[in-house]
């Protein structure tokens, strides 16, 4: 980080680990908070050879996932009660999510040759969640995860081959792809185990926000250090949801917060069709390229209709009729 972005980092909370990490580990305990923001920066450094992401890196679609661990760490969803401090729970749902958005990518960077091969320790204490790793000599790895590997393989292939000032929305939907095969290889898990640990509401809210990405992807939406310094806060709840949580009514949490609660808690209740039916009509309108770029807008029309956004919906059924796509 060199030019303009220091200081927007400099005010958020990760900042003070972030400008510590070494530029390399030959051992990572993605179970440790830093180490696996570690993991990230090397990742978000490994890419840029081209300088493809600007002079700061700041177009790099990975950006999103530091800023997604920021808040799980900050918002208590990495921990317990009897958690050691600075480390990651592996018990916790969100801690098996964001593994397979951090050590996935790392161990298909390392096969391809984008970061030297490092120790990935295992998890300190028993978890019914899969958490691959390894060393040099090899990384045990399920065949849940292979479709995962090889589309992070994918999308480093990609990164690593544009030159500066390149067009980066078709790298966002290789990035996007990747990211849904990771948690394709996650969600069976976390359905089945996330109750053991989590409150009811805060488990529907979790598999409401990791439904998103069916949405996200379409639209080649950006992750990017620029856009998470003006999109990325004061979305999402700042603690875990509880049992006494009543979601749209929670007083201590914003109304847009409210609300994104029980949008997503709607998402994750929809029935597998009616799901799919939705992200297909949703793929459909994301054809065209103006609307994929004011897709906040047209995103909420989608999840709330109301009067005031008729207009918005009329256009979005139009262009999910037409043959092709008006631009």
């Known amino acids: 980080m060199r030019r303009f972005f220091t200081a927007d980092l400099a005010r958020l909370d990760f900042y003070a680990h972030w400008q510590t990490l070494p530029p390399y580990y030959s051992a990572i305990d993605p179970f440790d908070y830093c180490d696996r923001l570690g993991i990230l920066k ?7 050879v081209n300088g493809a ?10 950006w999103g996932y530091v800023f997604q661990l920021a808040w799980q760490w900050r918002s208590g969803r990495l921990q317990f009660a009897d958690t050691p401090p600075s480390s990651i729970d592996p018990r916790s749902l969100w801690s098996a999510a964001n593994y397979s958005f951090s050590v996935i990518p790392l161990i298909a960077a390392i096969k391809l040759g ?7 320790r295992a998890p300190h204490s028993v ?3 899969d958490y691959p790793g390894g060393d040099s000599s090899g990384y045990a790895i399920s065949p849940t995860y292979g479709p995962a590997i090889a589309a992070w393989s994918d999308f480093f292939t990609q990164a690593l081959q544009l030159p500066a000032g390149a067009d980066l929305e078709p790298l966002r939907f290789t990035f996007w792809h990747a990211h849904i095969q990771s948690l394709r290889a996650v969600l069976p898990s976390i359905r089945q185990y996330g109750p053991l640990t989590a409150s009811a509401t805060e488990v529907q ?7 998103m990405p069916w949405f996200f992807a379409p639209a080649a939406w950006r992750t990017d250090l620029e856009f998470m310094l003006q999109q990325g806060f004061g979305i999402l ?13 929670i007083p201590d949490m914003s109304p847009l917060v409210n609300h994104n609660i029980v949008n997503l808690i709607a998402l994750a209740r929809q029935r597998p069709l009616a ?3 939705r992200v297909y009509l949703w793929r459909r309108a994301m054809r065209s390229a103006l609307i994929r770029a004011d897709v906040f807008t047209y995103l909420d029309a989608l999840l709330n209709p109301k009067q005031r956004n008729r207009r918005l919906r009329l256009r979005l059924i139009k262009q999910i009729a ?4 008006a631009d």
């Open 42 to 48: 090397l990742l978000i450094e490994a890419v840029n």
């Open 53 to 62: 992401f600007g002079a700061d890196n700041e177009l790099n679609p990975l």
């Open 114 to 120: 984008v970061v030297k091969p490092v120790t990935i």
């Open 127 to 129: 978890s019914v969640f």
């Open 205 to 211: 809210f979790a598999l409401g926000w990791m439904r």
């Open 237 to 249: 709840p700042e603690r875990v949801l509880t049992v006494d949580d009543v979601p749209g009514r």
């Open 275 to 277: 799901f799919a039916i």
């Open 322 to 325: 037409t043959l092709r796509p």
